[in-house]
């Protein structure tokens, strides 16, 4: 909706236009967002506070610790909670998208929490804590996906390996790593444009998968299960691989 006058002029405007000329620094913008979180519960409940604040889509800086801290201490809980889900939403998508395992396990998280929040199973000062914590295990995700020293897709297949413990504990991480790096290279030659409607070609990259896991030793009881997630994780990633 459009803002309203506030009797007291909310002063929200000048910190962003002053920052709109010039690159912004992450403190600054910090500042500014802080600045329009303060102000900004309006007659109409949350406006869009992310458009107000000039930003297309938060950048992922925004959930430092000192940025999570200032949200921690924002006077009005359910604006707090609103942003926090706000900010986890759109950067599970924009930063998970092509992981299937990272992106069910945050977005399943996420929608739990809010779903305890929203049938008063738990205090909002609660849920504003799981929603911090979760957002800092997030960051230190994407920090561990940058130090596997993996390309994002090959993250994605060693996600969908070593989603099953016992397999972590028997081949241990470089190995997984390895079979990721094959299993990518593998299934990006052998995906066709329709492969996903056809059933001879899926059936031929299940094979593929099986026999990659086999030489490796992968657990063969946990294997079924891990065939099907790197299928899916590769339907994830194909339109990338085929265009």
């Known amino acids: ?3 309203h006058p506030h009797p007291k002029g909310w002063g929200i405007r000048d910190p962003l ?3 709109s000329n010039k690159k912004r620094t992450q403190e600054e913008m910090n500042s500014a967002l802080k600045q329009i979180l303060d ?6 409940g949350v406006v869009d506070v992310f458009q107000l604040a000039g930003l297309e889509k938060p950048d992922i800086g925004l959930l430092s610790d000192e940025f999570l801290e200032d949200v921690r201490q924002m006077p009005y809980r359910n604006l707090a909670v609103e942003l926090l889900e706000k900010l986890l939403k759109d950067n599970i998508k924009s930063k998970t998208s092509n ?3 990272q992106e069910k396990k945050y977005s399943d998280r996420l929608e739990e929490t809010l779903r305890k929040y929203n049938n008063r199973a738990i205090e909002t000062a609660q849920v504003i804590e799981e929603l911090i914590q979760m957002a800092k295990e997030f960051q230190e995700a994407l920090k561990r996906n940058d130090e596997l020293g993996l390309q994002p897709d090959e993250v994605a297949f060693y996600d969908a ?5 016992s397999a972590v504990r028997e081949l241990g991480d470089e190995i997984l790593k390895k079979i990721a790096v094959e299993i990518t290279e ?5 995906t066709t444009v329709d492969w996903q409607v056809r059933e001879s070609v899926r059936a031929r990259l ?13 657990p063969p009881d946990k294997a079924p299960e891990a065939i099907e997630l790197v299928l899916k994780q590769a339907e994830a990633l194909s339109n990338s691989w085929t265009n």
């Not at 390996?161 to 413990?165: D, H, P, Q, Y």
Request: no cysteine.
């Open 186 to 190: 593998k299934l990006r030659k052998s």
């Open 1 to 3: 909706g459009s803002l």
């Open 206 to 218: 299940r094979i593929l998968v099986r026999r990659t896991l086999q030489r490796y030793k992968y």
């Open 39 to 44: 102000n900004a519960v309006i007659a109409e």
């Open 161 to 165: 390996l070593a989603n099953n413990e």
């Open 17 to 19: 236009r002053s920052l």
């Open 99 to 101: 992981n299937v395992v």
